[in-house]
């Protein structure tokens, strides 16, 4: 397994892992549920990218991931937020590996531009990191 590798990615975390695309779906989603997310969607990209266009595309799962208490508190700090939640894990396969990424929840929010939720995010970063950083 790799290091976490923020270099590169601006925007999130993330980590090339030594396994299956299946496996490290499954392990990603309990880590989650781990540190207090639940998994409220689940996108498959390859299967709606040959629904849609009829390409083909990779494996690739994007997982909208919310911790409830913590979505609460920023929803009380600023009610529009909900355009940017919920946090995005995805899950794909590149030149026969298999990475997982989660974004940057402090970068995402910079954009609103009200400091009190820098605190929240913070702390959803410390817990997506240390989802990524188990696999």
Request: aromatic share 6%; net charge neutral; hydrophobic share 45%.
């Amino acid at each position: 397994m790799s290091a976490l590798q923020p270099q590169g990615l601006k925007y999130g975390f993330r980590k090339t892992v030594n396994m299956s695309f299946d496996e490290a779906a499954e392990k990603t989603r309990a880590a989650l549920q781990a540190e207090g997310f639940g998994v409220l969607a689940e996108i498959d990209i390859k299967e709606k990218l040959k629904e849609k266009l009829g390409v083909d595309f990779g494996r690739y799962l994007i997982l909208g991931a919310c911790n409830p208490p913590l979505a609460y508190e920023t929803l009380k700090r600023e009610i529009d937020i909900g355009l940017l939640l919920p946090c995005n894990v995805i899950v794909y396969e590149e030149k026969g590996r298999t990475v997982v990424s989660a974004i940057d929840a402090a970068k995402m929010l910079s954009v609103v531009g009200n400091a009190n939720l820098e605190s929240t995010a913070r702390l959803v970063n410390e817990k997506l990191r240390r989802v990524v950083e188990s696999l």
